[in-house]
C-alpha cells in the first residue's frame, strides 16, 4: 500500500512567521512531489512541484526533498492570514498515467 | 494554461437517480483524466482513471456499474452516479495532466462538484 503521510494540525502560526509542513512517503520508488493547497469548499490548486533532492524557492514558498529519507516540506515564508488552509501533499509514482496519491493534507491557521 | 472545467458545481438531487458530472479539459488534450472523491474533512481518494477512447480503471473498492466513466473526447469525460443513495453525497473532482508535459507534471483541478443526495 502506498501511502502519504502527514499531520493534520491544526498548525497554527503568527502573521509574518514561516509555517513549516512535513510529509513523508512510503514508495522509495516515487520520483515526483507535490503541493496544493485547498480552501474550504474548493478544489485543490497547485503551489509547486519538486523532483530532485534539496530545496526549490518560489516566492514565499520553498519545497524541501529529501529521497533518502522519503521526506518532502514545504516552508512559508511571511505567513499571512490568506495563507490559512489545509496544504496537501502529494505523490507521483512514476509509472505512466498514474494518478497522484495524496496525504490527509494539514491544517494551517495563521492569526493575524 | 492548463484549465480544466467541471459542471455543475453543486447538485441536489433525490435517492435512487442519477447524476452526471463533466470534465473538460479547455486549453489542451487529456488522453487520461482521473475522479477524485473527497469527504468531509478527508483526503482526496482516487476513483478511477478514466482514458479515452477506452474503458475506465477503477480503484479496489469502487463499483463501476455505479460510477459510470465516459471519455468520449480528448476534452471531456463523464461521470454517470447512477441509483445515487444518500452515502454518495461527497465532493467529486476531476483533474488531468497537460498533454506532452511528461508523466511527472502536475495534476490540474478542476472546481468540484458537491453532490448532494437526499
Known amino acids: 500500500q502506498k501511502e502519504v503521510e502527514q499531520n493534520s494540525g491544526p498548525l497554527s502560526v503568527p502573521e509574518g512567521a514561516i509555517a513549516s509542513l512535513n510529509c513523508t512517503y512510503s514508495?522509495?520508488?516515487?520520483?515526483?512531489f507535490f503541493w496544493y493547497r485547498q480552501y474550504s469548499g474548493k478544489s485543490p490548486e497547485l503551489i509547486m512541484f519538486?523532483?530532485?533532492?534539496g530545496d526549490k524557492e518560489d516566492g514565499r514558498f520553498t519545497a524541501q526533498l529529501n529521497k533518502a529519507s522519503q521526506y518532502v516540506s514545504l516552508l512559508i515564508r511571511d505567513s499571512q492570514p490568506s495563507d490559512s488552509a489545509t496544504y496537501l501533499c502529494?505523490?507521483?509514482?512514476?509509472?505512466?498515467?498514474?494518478?497522484?496519491?495524496f496525504g490527509k493534507g494539514t491544517t494551517l491557521s495563521v492569526s493575524s | 494554461g492548463a484549465v480544466v472545467s467541471q459542471h455543475p458545481s453543486w447538485v441536489i438531487c433525490k435517492s435512487g437517480t442519477s447524476v452526471k458530472i463533466e470534465c473538460r479539459s479547455l486549453?489542451?488534450?487529456?488522453?487520461?483524466m482521473f475522479w477524485y472523491r473527497q469527504f468531509p474533512k478527508q483526503s482526496l481518494m482516487l476513483m478511477a482513471t478514466?482514458?479515452?477512447?477506452?474503458?475506465?480503471?477503477?480503484e479496489q473498492g469502487v463499483e463501476k456499474d455505479k460510477f459510470l466513466i465516459n471519455h468520449a473526447s480528448l476534452t471531456l469525460s463523464t461521470l454517470t452516479v447512477t441509483s445515487a443513495h444518500p452515502e454518495d453525497s461527497s465532493f467529486y473532482i476531476c483533474?488531468?495532466?497537460?498533454?506532452?508535459?511528461?508523466?511527472?507534471?502536475?495534476?490540474?483541478f478542476g472546481n468540484g462538484t458537491r453532490l448532494t443526495v437526499t
Open positions: 486549453d489542451f488534450q487529456a488522453t487520461t
Open positions: 478514466s482514458n479515452e477512447g477506452s474503458k475506465a480503471t477503477y
Open positions: 502529494a505523490v507521483n509514482t512514476g509509472q505512466a498515467g498514474t494518478a497522484l496519491i
Open positions: 514508495d522509495r520508488g516515487s520520483q515526483s
Open positions: 483533474s488531468a495532466r497537460a498533454g506532452g508535459t511528461g508523466n511527472n507534471s502536475p495534476l490540474h
Open positions: 519538486i523532483y530532485s533532492n
